[in-house]
Nanobody, 123 residues
Framework: QVQLVESGGGLVHPGDSLRLSCAASGRAFSSYAMGWFRQAPGKEREFVATISWNGGVSNYADSVKGRFTASRDNAKNAVYLQMNSLKPEDTAIYYC????????????????WGQGAKVTVSG
């Protein structure tokens, strides 16, 4: 089983870019599909993006499509979320999550979660 640690959050202005990283420790990272989810203050957690075990397939929520890009480097045991053209409504805590083999849009299907990275878009 892998453990996940996010980094790269921060305070940015609307229109800025930010890249989140999710570092995995443990075995067989390449066996895991990865998801990115976020939770804004006072709101439920929502799906942001998924990326397949080999990085070949990614899917995005409509709200971030065309602005966010998920990628992974299995040699480095890491997955990334490049966020461009950030908007105030992107403000949230962002979580990476892992599940074996297949991706899912449903956060309840991910057994492994990182601690979250806070992203604030303001100004």
């Amino acid at each position: 089983q892998v453990q996940l640690v996010e980094s790269g959050g921060g305070l940015v202005h609307p229109g800025d870019s930010l890249r989140l990283s999710c570092a995995a420790s443990g075995r067989a990272f390449s066996s895991y599909a990865m998801g990115w989810f976020r939770q804004a203050p006072g709101k439920e957690r929502e799906f942001v993006a998924t990326i397949s075990w080999n990085g070949g397939v990614s899917n995005y929520a409509d709200s971030v499509k065309g602005r966010f890009t998920a990628s992974r480097d299995n040699a480095k045991n890491a997955v990334y979320l490049q966020m461009n053209s950030l908007k105030p409504e992107d403000t949230a805590i962002y979580y990476c999550a892992a599940r074996l083999i297949t991706s899912s849009y449903d956060g309840r299907e991910y057994p492994i979660w990182g601690q979250g990275a806070k992203v604030t878009v303001s100004g």
